[in-house]
């Protein structure tokens, strides 16, 4: 049987899956704040380890060159291929974006092809299926929004700086995302309040007063500490709009919700216009949905008028892990795009 380990290394997560003859058959995601010290690779990778265990081969993508914990994305990738090797073995194989595959020497030769590339594995790996597609990968953190054409991904630009000039990568995720990066004021009881620009709510507070169920994708401590129930979730937005929970009723907190869930949408949808200005794709070109953000992707597909086709059905994934694959996609691309 030719099974084959792919790992997404974030600055957030850890994402590892488990390709059995060209389709998935496992996949999971680890909680690993790098910014906090290597230890939490370390022990993320060890959390992993019976399921890389089962792969034959092993090959990896990385964003977390990027965490703070670096003094630049140069010795970032330096490090992290360092523990990547110790951890996988010299054998592993590197996404090394418009590069392919390399080995590790290959990899240190070349950092700047290395670091923040994974959205060009899933990318490839849609374009194995569509000819043309609109991939957009709503994540945790961020969003790519990248065209496929022609049968190759075609991006107008491969480094973030750049990307995020282009539309192609909007810095807002699902659930990380400070609410203060979304939005500078919001509508309150008919008023429009200026909101405090301060770490005190989440996109995934948004989320959770809005009725989503985070359970399983939203991992990290929340921005007071406390737990994730609905009324400390509300409690954290009204700060943000210089109130206590106890100065509205949950409906009119939840349009105030309803309204910032919008605007960071609408963000993301100037992303893909922008995208789609440059590149316009025929009519019937489906959007790629991957990332943990794929009911708003499917939004999006509909307001531009696009067929919507989730990344584990692209992939043909078990229904029991369906999800995880569509929310781990780089992970499970290079696993099935690995020599």
């Known amino acids: 049987m030719n099974t084959r380990v792919g790992l997404d290394v974030g600055g957030a997560h850890l994402k590892v899956a ?5 389709r998935p058959a496992d996949v999971c995601q680890i909680l690993c704040p790098l910014w906090q010290g290597l230890d939490k690779l370390d022990s993320a990778l060890g959390e992993a380890s019976s399921l890389i265990a089962r792969g034959t081969s092993r090959a990896f993508t990385m964003t977390g060159e990027l965490s703070d914990l670096f003094p630049d994305r140069t010795t970032g990738v330096q490090v992290l291929l360092d523990r990547m090797e110790k951890a996988l073995g010299p054998d592993a194989s590197v996404w090394m974006g418009v590069r392919g595959f390399g080995s590790l020497t290959d990899a240190r030769a070349h950092p700047a092809d290395v670091g923040s590339t994974n959205f060009l594995a899933t990318a490839t790996l849609v374009a194995r299926h569509h000819q043309d597609a609109l991939l957009i ?3 945790s953190t961020t969003a790519d929004v990248i065209v496929i054409a022609n049968g190759k991904p075609e991006p107008a630009g491969l480094t973030d700086r750049v990307r995020q000039t ?6 807002t995720g699902y659930t990380r995302t400070a609410v203060m990066g979304v939005t500078t004021q919001a509508p309150f009881k ?13 996109m995934a507070d948004v989320r959770r007063i809005q009725g989503e169920d985070l359970t399983e994708i939203d991992v990290h401590a929340t921005a007071d500490g406390k737990d994730k129930s609905l009324a400390c979730s509300v409690a954290r937005l009204a700060r943000m709009l210089g109130s206590d929970a106890s100065e509205a009723t949950l409906e009119e907190w939840q349009m105030v919700a ?3 869930r919008e605007e960071q949408l609408r963000s993301v949808h100037n992303g893909v216009l922008q995208v789609l200005s440059r590149s316009p794709l025929p009519e019937k070109a489906p959007i790629i949905a991957a990332g943990i953000g794929t009911a708003d992707v499917a939004a999006l597909a509909t307001r531009v008028g696009r067929q919507c086709i989730a990344f584990d059905v692209l992939v043909g994934a078990p229904p029991e892990i369906a999800p995880w694959v569509t929310a781990c996609a780089p992970a499970v ?7």
């Open 166 to 171: 282009t539309g192609e990568l909007v810095y």
């Open 190 to 202: 008919g008023q429009w309040v200026t909101l405090a620009r301060e770490y005190l709510a989440t």
């Open 258 to 260: 309803a309204y910032v």
């Open 18 to 22: 488990l390709t059995e003859n060209g």
């Open 333 to 339: 691309s290079v696993a099935l795009l690995a020599p």
């Open 137 to 139: 990968d709503f994540g």
